[in-house]
């Protein structure tokens, strides 16, 4: 993690920790840049990153201040950072179908970049939040940058594993979204009934230097899965 992204997640932490309501105050990038022992450049780059995660914005005199949607148990559609730092107080749990090496068809090699003869771990789960069905998730992701992933490592976050023990950056992310209906091995998974209606997202989630290192089919129980999307500046 880069030591503006450290600064990013400490300011978010001190946020939840003090249950920060919308148009709290933060203190002024001084105040940051002391307290962090950092550049003026770090510390912007980081209001940077918290801006375009909804998490704070800035008025030019006035100063920074928090931004929070206020509606409860709604989770940000646009994050790279996966849902267990997306999900507040809420408790997230997984049952665990396969974690295996395998190798990538041609859609999966094509969106991750790489060749079909090389190896991917498909990691298969189903997600709860508080106890209720939330998604049916399929990932794959590239051997050659995450060398290895097991069941208590997939039962929990694997992006806090892929960031803190493998020392590997999160950049960003392409999402492509449809609403359909499920099919008979998802309804059987999401508890529910074949050609009930679905959102499915497929994600392709990339290394700060634009390599893809995941891809992952997600697809969400309709009366469980609740997103916000937070936009900045005026709609053209």
Same mark, same amino acid.
């Given at each position: ?93 997984? $049952? ?5 090496? %395998?190798?990538?068809? #041609? &859609? !999966? ?8 003869? *090389? ?71 999401? $508890? ?5 209606? %679905?959102?499915?997202? #497929? &994600? !392709? ?8 290192? *995941? ?22």
């Amino acid at each position: 993690m880069l030591k503006y992204q450290q600064i990013a997640a400490e300011i978010e932490q001190y946020i939840n920790q003090h249950d920060l309501k919308q148009g709290d105050k933060l203190p002024v990038l001084e105040q940051l840049m002391s307290q962090y022992a950092v550049s003026k450049s770090t510390v912007t780059k980081a209001l940077e990153l918290l801006e375009r995660r909804g998490v704070v914005f800035q008025l030019r005199g006035s100063g920074i201040f928090v931004r929070r949607h206020n509606r409860p148990g709604y989770m940000s559609l646009f994050s790279t950072q996966g849902f267990k730092s997306n999900l507040g107080g809420r408790v997230l749990t997984s $049952d665990v179908l396969d974690v295996s090496v %395998t190798k990538p068809d #041609e &859609t !999966i090699a094509m969106n991750l970049g790489i060749d079909v003869t *090389d190896d991917v771990y498909r990691v298969e789960r189903v997600r709860y939040v508080d106890g209720k069905v939330f998604c049916y998730e399929e990932s794959y992701y590239v051997k050659a940058i995450v060398p290895y992933l097991n069941r208590e490592i997939v039962a929990d976050s694997i992006f806090d594993y892929v960031q803190g023990a493998l020392g590997v950056t999160i950049g960003f992310s392409d999402m492509y979204m449809q609403v359909g209906r499920l099919n008979e091995t998802e309804a059987g998974y999401l $508890d529910l009934r074949t050609d009930d209606p %679905t959102l499915r997202i #497929e &994600t !392709i989630f990339h290394l700060s230097n634009g390599k893809p290192f *995941d891809y992952s089919r997600i697809t969400y129980h309709y009366e469980h899965s609740q997103f916000v999307v937070q936009a900045n500046g005026p709609y053209m």
